[in-house]
T-cell receptor, first 118, second 114 residues
């Protein structure tokens, strides 16, 4: 089975440019999470969705960041305009919390998108 | 609010020695606890998890962890370290009532010396 798929794996851009990161969750999962990882701040939850609806976006750093989930198989995280301090690895993760016997909250992570803003 | 504290950002052991990575949590509700491992340039992979039941849980690659409610701890151990265990390890806590989002500790980088 395919895991969580993220693209691009690496992105180098200049300050002020728009950046779009993409994620395809595992089929059948109903939760999707965006995390950011930096040396200084570790793993931070930015936003998560349940059944394509944003549930908690309190971790989104500022209005330059936006995330969408138009359908169950696709999500985007957009930064506009990008700044050097946005340089980080961005992870997408998905999970299935359907209330059944496997309701344990395990997240499955993608390989990450490494963003460098010059 | 839930939180996780990992004691020691770097741990170094010799090959064959005991591995002990410490994790303490704070939670107002019974927690679900996880350990994840991250190899360089890769995503996070689940090592093991505690939800309910037996407090000693076994995971992949010979790791295990024990949930101790009285100490609010969930330390990760492995009897004998292998070179391939060198990675970063994250402890995480979840409250399923809030959709299962994981709150991660800062991570512990494990080095294994030959």
């Amino acid at each position: 089975d395919a895991g969580v798929i993220q693209s691009p794996r690496h992105e180098v851009t200049e300050m002020g440019q728009e950046v779009t990161l993409r994620c395809k969750p595992i089929s059948g999962h109903d939760y999707l999470f965006w995390y950011r990882q930096t040396m200084m701040r570790g793993l931070e939850l930015l936003i998560y969705f349940n059944n394509n609806v944003p549930i908690d976006d309190s971790g989104m750093p500022e209005d330059r960041f936006s995330a969408k989930m138009p359908n169950a198989s696709f999500s985007t995280l957009k930064i506009q305009p990008s700044e050097p301090r946005d340089s980080a690895v961005y992870f997408c993760a998905s999970s299935k919390l359907a209330g059944g016997v496997t309701n344990t909250g395990e997240l499955f992570f993608g390989e990450g998108s490494r963003l460098t803003v010059l | 609010a839930q939180s996780v504290t990992q004691l020691g950002s770097h741990v170094s052991v010799s090959e064959g020695a005991l591995v002990l990575l410490r994790c303490n949590y704070s939670s107002s509700v019974p927690p679900y606890l996880f350990w994840y491992v991250q190899y360089p340039n890769q995503g996070l992979q689940l090592l093991l998890k505690y939800t309910t039941g037996a407090t000693l849980v076994k995971g992949i690659n010979g790791f295990e962890a024990e949930f101790k409610k009285s100490e609010t701890s969930f330390h990760l151990t492995k009897p004998s370290a292998h070179m391939s265990d060198a990675a970063e390890y994250f402890c995480a806590v979840s409250d399923l009532r809030k959709g299962g989002k994981l709150i991660f500790g800062q991570g512990t980088e494990l080095s294994v010396k030959p």
